[in-house]
């Protein structure tokens, strides 16, 4: 009788898994967990992961996938339960008996997915029936005066209103928030708003203005036919106001001539290339003018204006028309200097054939992060567009080769980011400003974002910022978005299992940048598998839908990329023209990939390819079962689950069921 080999490959793996069993029962009993309190069950889980994670597994996977057992990839959320019911199963296969005395595991997959939704309602509000990953939505500033748009949005899907603090003053979050709740009255649905602390964010400062000129040019067709005027909006050089609808320029004048001018009135005036050129005043709005032109004008200070009406005075000069911000233009092998004073950045200086007689430099917003660089450290600049090398090191200045940029240069303005992802940065993650802003958001908020946090010690300092405000129960969303803050997240996961309610969000932008973005696929993976062990909510961020918010138009990798969102707790989404068409997409995509996807596990929903494979061939399997002998029917299948999209969707293809081999279409 031929002997059964399945015993010979089980105790091996039995062994195995039993070294791998200790080290993570070892781990956790090495850690004090008394200071989780009601969490010690998710801290003792995160410690499990990362021991099983020390250990390579592919090899073990493909041999208990061979036996058909469960392959350890799901066991984030449940590690011990998942190893011991591998283990059970491997002790019959091996025909051993369990070894006495062995633990029970306290968290079992039903636990693990418990506390995971748990947590994420406690920081982000309750999950929608149909959709359980909630839409995050950063507010422009507009959203301070127009409630449409905030209803609007919370029609589509928002779930959690996002106020960036590095933006606006108290005096627009208010008026965000006081909107925000009129439409939740209106609308009748919850939402949590969280507020973004700015912290240490490395920026560029001013470039230098150039010339103050302003150029105003109609609107042409391809053959260069005008088919819509210059406007231009006039108004006191004293009191400027905004105008009241967009305009191609702002020209402050003097407001005794202001105040004169009527609707109808022509001026007239030689621009700052000698040209002679005429505007119509078309309305008058307040103490403002509107004015048009079919020509292209270039405005300058000094340039004398001259009023064809009767009012007086007839003449006025502009004034104060602002320079605009130049750019630095760097190519490959340039020369950038960093520098710690506040002066205005300056392009390199050239000779005539084009050398470089002095680089270009551009200051630092946070000059205290110099001592911390070293010669040869990376740095980039706007986003990564522009990379290159510290070269040099001095009191106050930073000599950076350029060695990354586009064809023909790259443009580096003022205000952009900088990223150093090799130097050690030791900068306090909570600045002065993010103190007296945190003021408003423990008053006001459900939430607090909290940007470029580098360690456990980080989180320590925000509770406690917190608890001076009598706001302990706040909510904290941990963002990390720097190489360092991914190297100590286990650490950071269990400080923040000592707050009541925490997250964290995936900052893919600048983590991009301080990884590598060949390494980010693989970074944002690990984060994910790590929140989900410590059964702490994940936010998925940065350009989500960017091209639709911004142009309308989504691309096909943006829109793959969304749906992967729905592995987390929560996505976000900036701030965009379209940004409510954005909010309607992402609520559709979230909805359709949650019957097929549930964290790292596909769910087998019913495939409409499948039913529509069946539907279309049963006129065939009908032909073919007639010519056959008959023979008794098979008791009819359960209908498929309907497709939540709706009837008619995907996926919805009425009340079906199996005769023999034949599909029966009910519908019809």
């Not at 992961?49 to 208990?64: K, P, S």
């Not at 959690?160 to 979050?173: F, G, L, T």
Request: overall charge positive; charged content about 30%; aromatic content about 4%.
């Amino acid at each position: 009788m031929r002997q059964n080999p399945r015993p010979n490959k089980a105790r091996p793996l039995i062994r195995s898994l039993e070294r791998i069993r200790s080290q993570v029962v070892g781990l956790e009993r090495s850690l004090d967990l008394s200071p989780f309190r009601g969490r010690r069950s998710s801290a003792r889980n995160l410690l499990h992961y990362l021991a099983l994670r020390r250990v390579d597994l592919r090899g073990i996977q493909d041999e208990l996938s061979r036996l058909g057992l469960s392959s350890l990839g799901r066991a984030e959320s449940h590690v011990l339960s998942n190893l011991d019911a591998v283990l059970r199963n491997l002790y019959r296969l091996g025909e051993l008996s369990p070894p006495p005395g062995t633990t029970r595991a306290r968290v079992d997959s039903d636990d693990g997915s418990r506390f995971l939704a748990r947590n994420a309602t406690r920081l982000l509000g309750p999950s929608r029936p149909e959709r359980k990953t909630r839409i995050i939505v950063t507010m422009p500033s507009e959203a301070a005066s127009d409630h449409s748009l905030v209803r609007d949005l919370l029609e589509a899907g928002m779930d959690c209103m996002r106020i960036n603090c590095a933006h606006d003053s108290p005096r627009e979050w208010t008026r965000m928030i006081s909107s925000l709740d009129r439409a939740k009255k209106s609308v009748g649905r919850s939402c949590r708003v969280e507020m973004d602390l700015g912290g240490p964010k490395l920026r560029t400062g001013p470039v230098e203005a150039g010339a103050p000129v302003l150029k105003v040019r109609p609107r042409r067709d391809e053959f260069g036919r005008v088919v819509g005027r210059a406007t231009v909006w006039l108004t006191s050089a004293e009191a400027p106001v905004a105008p009241t609808d967009p305009a191609d320029g702002v020209l402050p004048v003097s407001p005794d001539w202001l105040s004169v001018r009527q609707p109808g009135e022509r001026i007239r005036f030689r621009d700052a290339r000698g040209a002679r050129r005429t505007l119509r005043v078309v309305s008058r709005d307040g103490d403002s003018l509107r004015a048009e032109s079919s020509k292209t004008i270039y405005f300058t200070n000094g340039l004398t204006l001259s009023a064809s009406g009767r009012g007086r005075p007839s003449r006025t000069e502009l004034q104060k028309i602002p320079g605009r911000e130049q750019v630095l233009l760097l190519h490959r092998g340039d020369t950038l200097l960093l520098t710690a004073r506040p002066d205005p950045g300056r392009p390199a200086q050239r000779s005539r054939d084009g050398r470089a007689t002095a680089p270009a430099t551009i200051s630092c917003r946070l000059p205290e992060a110099f001592p911390f660089v070293r010669r040869n450290d990376r740095i980039f600049l706007d986003d990564g567009k522009i990379g290159g090398t510290v070269v040099g090191t001095e009191p106050g200045v930073l000599r950076i080769l350029i060695t990354q940029a586009a064809t023909g240069g790259s443009r580096l303005g003022g205000d952009k980011g900088i990223n150093l992802p090799d130097s050690d940065l030791k900068l306090p993650a909570l600045t002065e400003k993010d103190r007296e802003d945190l003021e408003f958001i423990s008053r006001h908020a459900d939430m607090v974002g909290y940007s470029f946090v580098h360690d456990a010690g980080d989180v320590e300092m925000l509770r406690a910022e917190l608890a001076s405000h009598r706001r302990s129960g706040l909510g904290i969303i941990l963002k990390i978005e720097t190489r360092q803050a991914f190297d100590e997240l286990p650490a950071i996961l269990l400080a923040a299992l000592k707050a009541p309610r925490a997250g964290v969000m995936i900052a893919r932008g600048d983590l991009a940048v301080e990884v590598g973005y060949e390494r980010l696929s693989e970074v944002q993976e690990e984060i994910l598998w790590l929140c989900e062990a410590a059964h702490l909510p994940a936010i998925w961020a940065t350009q989500v839908l960017e091209a639709l918010t911004k142009e309308g138009v989504p691309s096909r990798a943006e829109v793959t990329d969304a749906a992967m969102g729905e592995r987390a707790e929560g996505v976000l989404l900036n701030k965009g023209p379209h940004v409510v068409e954005a909010v309607r997409a992402l609520d559709n995509i979230l909805r359709r990939m949650e019957a097929h996807q549930a964290k790292k596990s596909s769910r087998l929903r019913h495939l409409n390819v499948a039913g529509e494979f069946f539907r279309r061939s049963a006129p065939r399997r009908r032909a073919e079962l007639g010519s056959r002998p008959p023979r008794r029917p098979s008791p009819p299948a359960p209908s498929p689950s309907a497709d939540p999209s709706g009837p008619g969707g995907p996926g919805q293809f009425g009340s079906r069921r199996f005769k023999g081999e034949a599909l029966i279409d009910e519908t019809r």
